[in-house]
């Protein structure tokens, strides 16, 4: 690796698994000081005790993204033990498959809460930090290609993947002046944990014609995303590469959806 972010904070929340875990790895590896936020503590320091094990610097914390306090003491955390905040990764997500029309309001407002609200605590918060510290900072959401193109067995995930992308498009106008970018990236199908669940949760509601197999028929790289496919671009938007990018937000799909 090049040490492109040597001695750079940078939280990633959800960082215990699946595509979180797959950044705080590629963070670690290029010098940075990795701080896993999950809301399963128990992952994230096994995740750390390999990074650590491995000659990167890490450390984990409990975060629930949809509690304010707990985002701030994770923050707090990060700042206590690695001296200051350089970036922020809003990864954290869920999804919960139902058909269009068997949506009910807990199914909607759950998602929502986690895949939307989390990121605009996240945000807030982070930028907050980053003000305090007299410094600029870089703030990284995980949309989707769900937030591009609505999809009817996710349709609460797709609204709220639609609105982290707003949600990157209005911080980046409302942070600017404070020298905080903030931008984000799509993926399309990537072979994590999640998706595994996705795949049963849809064949138990009748609609697994809708799953990982049928959708990655579609991506003309011919496979889905591992994990490591979305590491280099985060490394992108955490370095001084990405400082004259702001507002926007990179697919990374494969050529799934071409718009």
Request: proline residues 3%.
């Amino acid at each position: 690796m090049t040490g492109r972010l040597h001695g750079r904070t940078i939280v990633v929340t959800g960082g215990a698994s699946g595509i979180g875990a797959a950044l705080c790895e590629g963070f670690a590896a290029e010098g940075a000081n990795a701080v896993i936020a999950d809301l399963n503590l128990e992952a994230g320091q096994a995740l750390a005790e390999r990074i650590t094990t491995g000659g990167g610097s890490t450390s984990a914390v409990r975060v629930d993204v949809t509690d304010r306090a707990s985002v701030q003491a994770g923050i707090a955390a990060a700042v206590e033990r690695h001296g200051r905040l350089d970036a922020y990764f809003n990864n954290a997500g869920m999804n919960s498959p139902m058909k269009y029309l068997d949506v009910t309001e807990s199914n909607f407002e759950l998602i929502m809460k986690v895949n939307v609200l989390g990121v605009l605590i996240g945000a807030q918060e982070a930028a907050r930090q980053f003000i305090a510290q007299g410094s600029p900072g870089k703030i990284v959401n995980t949309a989707s290609i769900a937030g591009r193109t609505g999809f009817s067995s996710f349709a609460p995930y797709s609204a709220a993947k639609a609105a982290v992308i707003s949600l990157t498009q209005s911080g980046a106008r409302a942070l600017a002046e404070h020298g905080i970018t903030v931008n984000g990236f799509a993926p399309g199908v990537v072979a994590t944990p999640l998706w595994t669940k996705l795949d049963k949760e849809l064949d138990e509601i009748g609609e697994g014609q809708n799953g990982v197999d049928s959708m990655s028929s579609s991506i003309l790289l011919g496979r889905p995303a591992d994990p490591s496919d979305i590491v280099p671009t985060g490394i992108f938007l955490a370095s001084s590469d990405s400082d004259y990018i702001t507002g926007q937000i990179i697919p990374i799909e494969g050529g799934m959806i071409l718009v």
